[in-house]
Nanobody, 116 residues
Framework: VQLVESGGGSVQPGESLTLSCAVT????????MSWFRQAPGKEREAVAA???????TYTDSVKGRFTTGKDMAKNILYLRMNNLKVEDTAMYFC????????????WGQGTQVTVS
């Protein structure tokens, strides 16, 4: 199983970024696919999740700004981030597990997002 994130970068407040997570070795339909982030000196935070039934969950601070989804043909999970804020600066990780945000079995290496 391999999860590889990409799409991070440095942007100004109000701009947008789309993160991608290329997934190999597992089927989306068997796992909850989640996004987490961790800023320096802070605990890891759950950001968004797409459960096996397609239901979506977002942490309050990103509701209305972030959208997660998947490209089934390419086996890619994405995170579209609009109206980025300085406080969104963090390393972003995708993860797969049997229970959204609670239990994750597989992690990517992360991609850095800097908003300043």
């Amino acid at each position: 199983v391999q999860l590889v994130e990409s799409g991070g970068g440095s942007v100004q407040p109000g701009e947008s970024l789309t993160l991608s997570c290329a997934v190999t070795g597992l089927m989306f339909g068997h796992y909850c696919m989640s996004w987490f982030r961790q800023a320096p000196g802070k605990e890891r935070e759950a950001v968004a999740a797409r459960d096996r039934d397609g239901s979506l969950t977002y942490t309050d601070s990103v509701k209305g700004r972030f959208t997660t989804g998947k490209d089934m043909a390419k086996n890619i999970l994405y995170l579209r981030m609009n109206n980025l804020k300085v406080e969104d600066t963090a390393m972003y990780f995708c993860a797969a597990g049997p229970q959204c945000w609670v239990r994750t079995d597989y992690w990517g290496q992360g991609t850095q997002v800097t908003v300043s």
